[in-house]
């Protein structure tokens, strides 16, 4: 093709794809199946490759593979990016607007915006292309993170408007990612997000742009900075015109007339909050003419013509009945308290994680106690403190046990951990939740051995190590309750097929420290063969790029030990592959939206009956159970979803809507 010819081709394929993904990510209304936008994305990148020379910032393509960067460069903000006073109360709300009334002579209309719980960011556009997007910082300086912002795909890379312009806003992390990123942070022995905010920071300041391209960030825009793009008159004026030029901003918002249509709005959405698919932490109330936004002007820190109603963080109030211990696979042992069930932030709670015995003693929670609990970042249940003054007495205080609850061995706590550990490697509670991982789907995917399985073949002591499981015979299988024939048939398949898996599969289900499934991916193409990495040193493993010393450390001592060096020598006595069989990345992702996943359904579908649902399902390879369990995959929540729903919610199961149930039959 002519390099002409290539140009024009180039320039009508990033209007359509622009156009598809403004339908796509800021409208939330598709004309097209995800294949055709992949389809002429693949067409953009092939004419982008012969004609490297016709790529430009703002193609469409360039959203990710920016290179990761060294450090940060800071950012100037001409027009300070101001936080805003707050407001905890309807008569906070009243003083607001007699302050606002009586520095301005004509009657005052307010908008009020949802106050979404991101990060705030500044977008610069110039000659309407997305030249820098930057935190905020402390106001005045922040940092330069554009190819980050690049990959939320609601942010449009250029814009209808050949002035200079800095449009402002939240990214955020919506819950249905930050649940399913946390679920796979977990699997891998990384440590969760706290919440959703944190979440979105964190991604947002990874130096490799790959990173945050994975998070599904999204952003609402809710005002300006630098504005050369002629005069508008209000706040509602500019939310509106921000929307016709292509960037997303949120749909709830509402111009009020008087303080008490705000202090309304401001109830409403305090009791519609857990409905919101993204975190909000209050309202923002803001006068809406802008002329008399610039009388009201600033005070030393805040505008006066703005103010932030903070939501109270959603708790309640139950009783602490027991103290329950679990053994994890690294020997951690946790307490987690049982709680009577109570409504918190739209869910029923009736457990909470107390982390560690320091922190028991920190809030001095007692056996028996009244708490006070909420949802950190209203998603994970926390207990907060408790009611000392509902003491009766009765109250026994917690104490950690010495030894193990599962084995009995000495429970030790290692230099600079919180926690306490079981060291024992045979401890039966650390060999059941390892062997749970090994043949979890990211590691050896071994089909049909649910965690049920698991306990009861230990309850019969037919395994005790993950070799043991290679062993299995058909009779020690059939003894197991509700195992027939045609089931043990199928898992023996699947667990000798397991033998074939390509290195890396293994290596994260052997589940050493801080492995998780990304670097075992890298270890296993770096050293290819489990003997070569038997045989690295430290130095070896952290010449990998993307690995510390931290995890060179746990490796290497990991096959240093003579138990660990037996256990491979069995597995490759018993036919296990040990080589790395390439790329299997592809494999993961290239996979139908359904296929080996268990998925439930549940509430009233506007364009499904419940059959047809479950016959869309199955044809992409999911299999549909009518209950929630830890080996639900997915739950797809229609309207009014009840209880299937707290429980899916408890598991940390990840949820789909309608919609996206829709968006994958679409393809
Ligand atoms: S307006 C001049 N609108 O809340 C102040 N802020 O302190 C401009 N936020 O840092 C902020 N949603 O990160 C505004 N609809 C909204 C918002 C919002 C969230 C954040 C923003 C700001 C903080 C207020």
């Not at 003083?95 to 005052?108: C, G, K, M, N, V």
């Not at 869910?347 to 003693?361: G, M, Q, W, Y």
Request: glycine share 6%.
């Amino acid at each position: 093709m002519e390099k002409q010819q290539a140009q024009q081709k180039i320039a009508e394929l990033r209007k359509l794809l622009n156009q598809y993904g403004h339908e796509y990510y800021v409208l939330d209304n598709p004309s097209v199946p995800d294949s055709e936008y992949d389809r002429k994305m693949q067409e953009l990148l092939k004419l982008e490759e012969s004609f490297p020379e016709l790529v430009t910032a703002d193609s469409p393509s360039q959203r990710i593979g920016g290179e990761p960067l060294d450090a940060f460069q800071k950012v100037q903000h001409n027009v300070p990016m101001m936080s805003l006073g707050n407001a905890f109360n309807e008569s906070d709300l009243r003083d607001f607007a007699r302050r606002a009334a009586q520095l301005t002579d004509e009657p005052i209309s307010f908008v009020c915006e949802l106050k979404i719980d991101g990060l705030a960011v500044s977008l610069t556009y110039e000659n309407g292309t997305f030249v820098r997007g930057a935190t905020r910082g402390d106001g005045t300086t922040g940092e330069d993170i554009t190819s980050n912002l690049k990959t939320i795909r609601s942010i449009p890379l250029s814009i209808q408007e050949e002035n200079t312009l800095e449009v402002r806003g939240e990214a955020f992390m919506p819950h249905q990612s930050f649940l399913k990123m946390n679920e796979q942070r977990q699997a891998n022995d990384e440590e969760p997000f706290a919440n959703p905010r944190n979440a979105a920071a964190g991604s947002l300041r990874q130096l490799d742009p790959k990173i945050a391209g994975k998070r599904n960030l999204d952003i609402f825009l809710y005002g300006v900075g630098e504005w050369q793009a002629g005069s508008l008159e209000s706040h509602s004026e500019r939310l509106d015109y921000l929307q016709e030029l292509g960037f997303k901003t949120n749909p709830e918002w509402l111009k009020c007339e008087t303080i008490d249509e705000v202090i309304e709005f401001v109830t409403y959405w305090e009791q519609k909050r857990p409905e919101l698919n993204y975190e909000i932490d209050g309202v923002v109330i803001k006068v809406d003419n802008l002329t008399q936004q610039e009388e009201l002007g600033f005070t030393a820190k805040n505008p006066r013509w703005a103010i932030a109603y903070k939501f109270p963080a959603e708790e309640a109030l139950t009783t602490l009945r027991e103290i329950e211990l679990s053994v994890g696979r690294t020997g951690v042992v946790t307490p987690t308290a049982i709680l009577d069930p109570v409504r918190v932030a739209g869910t029923t709670v009736k457990r909470a994680s107390l982390h560690n015995e320091d922190l028991i003693r920190e809030k001095d929670v007692r056996l028996g106690d009244q708490v006070v609990i909420k949802k950190a970042g209203d998603i994970i249940p926390e207990v907060i403190r408790p009611v000392e003054e509902k003491r009766t007495g009765d109250e026994k205080e917690f104490f950690m046990p010495d030894d193990c609850p599962e084995c009995g061995s000495e429970l030790v706590r290692l230099e600079e951990e919180v926690a306490l550990r079981c060291m024992n490697p045979n401890c039966p509670a650390q060999l059941k939740e390892g062997l749970i991982h090994f043949v979890s789907r990211e590691a050896m995917n071994i089909d049909g051995l649910g965690e049920k399985v698991i306990i009861q073949l230990f309850r019969e002591n037919l395994v005790h190590t993950i070799a043991d499981l290679y062993r299995l015979q058909r009779e020690d299988l059939l003894q197991l309750e509700r195992m027939g024939e045609k089931s043990t048939d199928n898992l023996l398949k699947a667990i000798a097929s397991s033998k074939e898996n390509s290195l890396e599969r293994l290596l994260f289900g052997l589940g050493i420290r801080f492995v998780g499934s990304k670097a075992a991916r890298t270890l296993a193409a770096q050293f290819e063969t489990m003997e070569k990495l038997q045989e690295a040193t430290f130095e070896d493993v952290v010449a990998i790029n993307e690995m510390g010393d931290k995890m060179a450390d746990s490796i290497v001592s990991y096959f240093a030990g003579d138990e660990v060096k037996s256990l491979l020598n069995e597995l490759k006595e018993l036919g296990l592959n040990m080589k790395y069989k390439g790329a299997k990345q592809q494999e993961i992702e290239d996979d139908t939206a359904f296929s080996g996943k268990t998925v439930v359904l549940t509430g009233k579908m506007n364009d499904f009956t419940r059959s047809e649902a479950k016959a869309l399902v199955e044809k992409l390879g999911g299999s549909v159970t009518g209950s929630v369990s830890k080996n639900t995959d997915i739950l797809i929540a229609g309207e009014d979803a009840g209880s299937k729903l707290d429980k899916a919610e408890k598991l940390g199961v990840t949820i789909w809507n309608e919609q996206q149930l829709r968006d994958v039959t679409d393809d």
